[in-house]
């Protein structure tokens, strides 16, 4: 990232993987964390992940069904620092169909996965709003990581699959978005190693996995920055 003019921003969207589930006790564990580091100090980065979130932003029987990234603070706040470039990833909690683990139950509230023929239209609506109040900003979209054999039935990557099909169309029908495949990059590794990127759920990466996230945003953001020096 050398030679840039100025301090760049780089604001990271997303649920529980881009908070830290599990890892965030350790200052260089979330993948912003850890492309901070190596992005280095001509960029500030800017972790608003937050857990459980989903991009499907829908009211069913007067209630949200799941929790909207959009309808949370950091989302107002990620708007406001007003970023350079912005990292987006969401979808896995979109691909979950709410199953309650301790009651032993369906819970309809919840069931996200059941309003997916809206995944398209309120991620767009995420990635419209960001240009409308930051017109200059470049966002990079960023297809999840792939659900392991997670410890939540809810969560499956059959599930998933589907969800991945309408961002592979989203960014077929929006090419000005820069698109990152987590889900390519995971999948490179044999089952077994590519365990070890995991914590015990199944779902969320750990430190490992967040670094190999971090190396392959941080590749994307400085091959764009190359190309715009051009």
């Not at 500030?44 to 990234?69: A, E, L």
């Amino acid at each position: 990232m050398s030679g840039m003019e100025k301090t760049l921003k780089v604001v990271c969207i997303g649920d529980s993987i881009t908070e830290g589930f599990g890892i965030a006790e350790d200052p260089l564990g979330p993948y912003p964390a850890q492309l901070q580091k190596l992005l280095g100090k001509e960029c500030q980065v800017f972790n608003q992940g937050v857990s459980c979130t989903c991009t499907v932003n829908r009211i069913k029987d007067g209630k949200c069904v799941g929790m909207p990234y959009v309808q949370e603070e950091k989302w107002k706040t990620a708007l406001e620092i007003a970023g350079d470039i912005y990292v987006v990833m969401l979808g896995t909690n979109d691909a979950q169909d709410g199953y309650n683990e301790e009651e032993n139950r369906e819970d309809p509230q919840n069931n996200v996965f059941a309003f997916r023929e809206y995944f398209e239209e309120d991620y767009m609506k995420i990635v419209h709003e960001i240009h409308e109040k930051v017109p200059d900003t470049v966002i990079f979209s960023v297809k999840p990581v792939p659900v392991m054999e997670s410890i939540w039935r809810k969560h499956q990557q059959s599930f998933l699959e589907k969800i991945l099909k309408k961002i592979d169309e989203i960014w077929e029908k929006n090419p000005w978005l820069m698109p990152v495949d987590m889900q390519e990059i995971f999948m490179k590794y044999p089952w077994e190693e590519r365990k070890k990127l995991y914590q015990k759920d199944g779902l969320h990466p750990n430190k490992l996995g967040a670094e190999l996230i971090a190396e392959t945003v941080g590749k994307s953001i400085i091959q764009w920055s190359q190309n715009v020096k051009r």
